[in-house]
C-alpha cells in the first residue's frame, strides 16, 4: 500500500540552498524512494515571483513522489501540519563577514517562525536548522518553541562530517563510503573540532583506524583540523556564494539517518541539545557524534577525549556559551 504523504518544510526556498534541496527532496533523497512528499516552500514577499518560479520548476518536472506544493510567504500557512521542517531560510554570511555580523539579522527570524511551528506544525515534528548561526537560530527556535520536544530541533554539522570525511578519503586515496566515525564537535563555526581519533577505513584486509593509517600526526592536528573548520570560507571565497549543493545533499543525509536510521556500528554528527554529556555544558545546542533508531538519536556515549581533544571540545562550547549570550542581547535591542 502507497505510504502516506509527508510534509516537508523548507524556508529560503528561493535561495540557493532551497532551489538545490527541493528537487532532492521531490526525488526522496531525503526520506527514501519509495515515501510521497508535499513540498511546503516558504520565501519573504521580496522573493515571491522566484518562489513562484521554483514551484513551476518542481511541477515541470513532474517529479513522482511530489504530491503537491504549497509556495507561499505566509509563514503560518508554510507551517500548518508539516512534519519535516528544513530552516534554511535567512540571512547569509558574505564574503569577509564573521558569522556573529549575522547574528542579529537571524535570531529574530528564529525567535517569530519558532512561535509558528509551535502552533502550527505536526506535533512530532522534526527540525533541521541550516541557516546560519545554525546552533544558536537552533537554540533560539527551541527556547521560543516550548510545546516542540527539544529532541526535535536540530542543526545542521552534517555538512562538517562529510566534508571531514571528503578530506580523509583523499588524503589516502580510498573512496569516501570506505571511511567512517569521525566526529564534528561543537559549533558549525571555524572554531568546531573534527576529529579522527575513532575514524577508520574499511580496507581489503578489514576496518582499520584513520590514526593508524596516516601517520602524520602534524596534519591530522594541524591542516586537516583547519581545512574542514575553514572549508566554508573557502567555498565563499571560490564561488563567491556559500556552498549549496553541499549544505543541500548533507541536510538530506540529517533527516534520512534520523528518521530512517544510521547504518550499524555508525554514527553521524548532528547538533543537538546538550544533556551535558563529555562535560559540554547543557542547555547549548552543540554537535556531538549521534546514533538514530526510529526516528530518535542517541548521543554515543564513553568514547575517549584526550588532553586535546578535550581543550577543542571546550573551546567551541565557550563560543557557543557567547553566542548565546549574544543572541540574547540582540533579542533584547
Ligand atoms: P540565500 O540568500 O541564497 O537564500 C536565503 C533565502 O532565505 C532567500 O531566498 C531569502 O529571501 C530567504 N529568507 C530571508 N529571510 C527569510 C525569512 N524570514 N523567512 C523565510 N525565508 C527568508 O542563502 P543560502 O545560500 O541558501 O543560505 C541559507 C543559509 O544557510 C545561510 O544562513 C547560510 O549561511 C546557511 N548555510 C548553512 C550551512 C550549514 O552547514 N549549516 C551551510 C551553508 C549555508
Ligand atoms: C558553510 O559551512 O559552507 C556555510 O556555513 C557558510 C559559512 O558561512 O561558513
Not at 74 to 101: I, L, Q, Y
Not at 304 to 313: I, M, Q
Request: proline content about 5%.
Amino acid at each position: 500500500m502507497a505510504k502516506d504523504p509527508v510534509r516537508v518544510l523548507v524556508t529560503g526556498a528561493a535561495g540557493q540552498i532551497g532551489y538545490a534541496l527541493v528537487p532532492m527532496v521531490a526525488r526522496g533523497v531525503m526520506l527514501g524512494p519509495d515515501q510521497p512528499v508535499i513540498l511546503h516552500l516558504l520565501d519573504i514577499p521580496p522573493a515571491a515571483e522566484a518562489l513562484n518560479g521554483v514551484k513551476m520548476e518542481l511541477v515541470d518536472a513532474a517529479f513522482p513522489l511530489l504530491k503537491g506544493v504549497v509556495a507561499t510567504t505566509d509563514v503560518v500557512e508554510a507551517c500548518t501540519g508539516v512534519n519535516v521542517a528544513v530552516m534554511v531560510g535567512g540571512f547569509p554570511r558574505k564574503e569577509g563577514m564573521e558569522r556573529k555580523d549575522v547574528m542579529s539579522k537571524n535570531v529574530s527570524i528564529y525567535k517569530s517562525q519558532a512561535s509558528a511551528l509551535e502552533k502550527h506544525a505536526a506535533a512530532n515534528v522534526k527540525v533541521l536548522v541550516v541557516a546560519n548561526p545554525a546552533n544558536t537560530n537552533a537554540l533560539i527556535l527551541k527556547e521560543f518553541a516550548p510545546s516542540i520536544p527539544e529532541k526535535n530541533i536540530t542543526c545542521l554539522t552534517r555538512l562538517d562530517h562529510n566534508r571531514a570525511l571528503g578530506q580523509i578519503s583523499e588524503r589516502l586515496n580510498v573512496q569516501v563510503s570506505d571511511v567512517k566515525n569521525v566526529i564534528i564537535w561543537g559549533n558549525h563555526s571555524s572554531t568546531q573540532y573534527p576529529d579522527v581519533n575513532h575514524a577508520t577505513v574499511k580496507t581489503p584486509s578489514g576496518e582499520k583506524p584513520v590514526r593508524a593509517l596516516i601517520a602524520d600526526d602534524a596534519w591530522l592536528q594541524g591542516e586537516f583540523i583547519t581545512t574542514v573548520q575553514q572549508r566554508g570560507a573557502a567555498i565563499i571565497k571560490a564561488r563567491k556564494l556559500s556552498s549549496a549543493l553541499s549544505a543541500a545533499s548533507s541536510a538530506c543525509d540529517h533527516i534520512r539517518d534520523w528518521v530512517l536510521g544510521t547504518p550499524e556500528g555508525t554514527w553521524v554528527s548532528m547538533g543537538v541539545y546538550s544533556d551535558g554529556s563529555y562535560n559540554v555544558p547543557a542547555g547549548l545546542i552543540y554537535s556531538f557524534p549521534v546514533t538514530c533508531r526510529n526516528g530518535e538519536w542517541t548521543i554515543v556515549q564513553g568514547l575517549s577525549v584526550d588532553e586535546f581533544s578535550r581543550k577543542k571540545l571546550d573551546l567551541t562550547a565557550e563560543e557557543l556559551t557567547e553566542e548565546k549570550a549574544l543572541a540574547y542581547s540582540c533579542l533584547q535591542d
